[in-house]
Nanobody
């Protein structure tokens, strides 16, 4: 079994900062891409930022220059530092990871249960 657990969401005023963390645990051989997606009420789930095992990053245009994604390969964790937050950043944020389990050929995408981020005055 594999589990992703997010933490760090909450309520913040516009212009503030939050740091999200996600830890992958369980039967893991390797992790390729790790990342964050978000889903606002009534909208589809969209990519926020992803990072490969080699450290290459991709960001949504809406968060470039404000958010920074990082990961710790030794501990199977990924973080999202969110600065200059705006009300439109309000959403449920999901962590995901593309994981290969021991003795398996296929890579499976796993998701966390989500952590709420609300930006409001």
């Amino acid at each position: 079994q594999v589990q992703l657990v997010e933490s760090g969401g909450g309520l913040v005023q516009p212009g503030g900062s939050l740091r999200l963390s996600c830890a992958a645990s369980g039967s893991i051989f390797s992790i390729n891409v790790m990342g964050w997606y978000r889903q606002a009420p009534g909208k589809q789930r969209d990519l926020v930022a992803v990072v490969t095992s080699g450290g290459s990053t991709t960001y949504a245009d809406s968060v470039k220059g404000r958010f920074v994604i990082s990961r710790d390969n030794a501990n199977n964790t990924v973080q999202l530092q969110m600065n200059s937050l705006k009300p439109e950043d309000t959403a449920l944020y999901y962590c995901n990871a593309d994981i290969r389990r021991p003795a398996r050929v296929s890579i499976v995408r796993y998701w966390g249960q989500g952590t709420q981020v609300t930006v409001s005055s």
